[in-house]
């Protein structure tokens, strides 16, 4: 955040800085798909090469009523590494249900959470991820989320990097693991060995490869309430 606005502020096109700020998130990702659509598919630069706007996927959390006509997939935010339904794993049922109830057919979560609070010890703020509790939110998201098809070859792939990082030991600070459709994890707020990883030993590694596969046999399932939620705007979690 660079600075605060006063609430009495009008902005260039004379409108009141509540509304404005209602459908910033509808204007941003407007321009986010002018610009793919336009620019970045007809770049004659040579350090970046034009990209097909078909291949390019991107998530938004902050929205408007018109947004869903402009992305993809909707994201749940930052949820606590937690189990409660304020802000934890059973929040995330109650978001997407919610959220498409309003017009936000695809949407998402970080597997396994994201905020994580270690600071306060013995207070209740003490928030890590759990092993148990990665994997029942990669049991929800194989039969909860999703928007693209996953094929053996993706397995494969996954198989191999996981066993690859484990075997080097690298420590990831960004995301944790690979981009299959939206079975989508994240290494979380904190990089501390508290904090359990999908690679973190092979049982863990072994329960998030079978619900990724779960998740890629569907995808035929998938496509069809895609294409009903193009159609008609049925939500995928209903």
């Not at 509540?18 to 598919?41: D, H, M, P, R």
């Not at 029942?136 to 792939?157: H, N, P, Q, T």
Request: proline share 4%; charged share 15%.
């Amino acid at each position: 955040m660079v600075g605060r606005i006063d609430i009495s502020a009008v902005f260039f096109l004379k409108e009141a800085l509540v509304s404005a700020n209602i459908q910033f998130g509808e204007l941003y990702v407007w321009l986010l798909l002018l610009y793919i659509t336009t620019t970045a598919a007809t770049t004659t630069s040579t350090a970046v090469p034009p990209v097909n706007p078909e291949d390019v996927m991107f998530f938004m959390r902050s929205a408007w009523t018109q947004s869903p006509r402009y992305a993809p997939v909707f994201w749940l935010g930052d949820q606590l590494v937690s189990w409660d339904s304020n802000d934890g794993l059973r929040s995330v049922l109650t978001g997407a249900l919610s959220s498409g109830l309003v017009g936000h057919a695809v949407t998402h979560s970080d597997i396994g959470g994201y905020t994580v609070e270690t600071d306060l010890p013995g207070s209740e703020m003490y928030y890590v991820r759990t092993p148990e509790l990665l994997k029942r939110w990669s049991e929800l998201s194989a039969f909860g989320f999703g928007m693209c098809v996953l094929m053996d070859i993706f397995l494969y792939v996954l198989h191999i990097f996981i066993y690859y990082i484990q075997l080097n030991n690298h420590n990831i600070s960004l995301y944790v693991c690979v981009y299959i459709g939206l079975f989508r994890t994240h290494i979380g707020s904190s990089t501390t060995s508290l904090d359990a990883q999908v690679y973190d030993n092979p049982v863990s590694m072994a329960h998030f490869a079978r619900f990724a596969s779960i998740y890629g046999q569907q995808a035929n399932y998938r496509k069809e309430l895609l294409a009903e939620a193009s159609e008609f705007g049925y939500p995928l979690i209903r």
